[in-house]
């Protein structure tokens, strides 16, 4: 199979029940923001020496490939799915325990603080943000009618949380200090 097929070149896309929508569709935009947000990480992963949070990322980067098919997917949820392509509470509440963990190495947060510190957290910080508007995508979808998983929005609300946490640790570890705003 050739990379490219040449059916987009009308500004189109198929979404995977075969529907033809424009580029700029709702349910693209929010799937984009995930793919973009994959992508930071497989960047924030390529300036990380720590392995147990390349680990970490390594398996959120799979959990966004299966929000990202349930996102592309309008009768997802309709049919029986692969099950690398959906996501759990136990997911979500996993993701809180690695938070907790984390957070047992930081000091008290008692201000805000300005994102930056190593490459690696700067890039997590950044990512923190990607995910962010990816979160407001999909809830955007879910208010334009079209049915999200609850579990997609929690997913995605408390993945936020984590990737700030993880750039906190990461400069943390790094000896960066982090700035009080």
């Not at 793919?35 to 970490?56: H, K, M, Q, S, Y």
């Not at 959906?86 to 300005?114: G, Y």
């Amino acid at each position: 199979m050739k990379i490219y097929t040449k059916t987009g070149d009308k500004g189109e896309t198929g979404l995977f029940d075969g529907t033809r929508v424009p580029k700029h569709d709702p349910r693209v935009e929010a799937y984009g923001e995930v793919d973009e947000l994959n992508a930071l990480l497989g960047t924030v992963r390529a300036f990380l020496a720590d392995e147990e949070i390349g680990g970490i990322l390594a398996a959120i980067q799979r959990d966004l490939f299966a929000i990202g098919a349930q996102l592309a997917d309008p009768k997802f949820g309709e049919k029986k799915r692969k099950e690398k392509a959906t996501l759990n509470e136990a997911r979500v509440k996993e993701m809180e325990q690695i938070i907790d963990r984390c957070e047992v190495e930081l000091p008290p947060l008692k201000h805000f603080i300005l994102p930056g510190g190593s490459h690696a957290g700067s890039l997590l910080h950044l990512a923190r943000t990607v995910c962010r508007r990816a979160e407001r995508r999909t809830i955007a979808l879910k208010h334009q009618g079209i049915p999200v998983s609850p579990i997609l929005i929690m997913y995605v609300n408390r993945l936020s949380d984590l990737l700030f946490v993880l750039a906190r640790v990461v400069n943390q570890r790094q000896g960066m200090p982090e700035v009080a705003w």
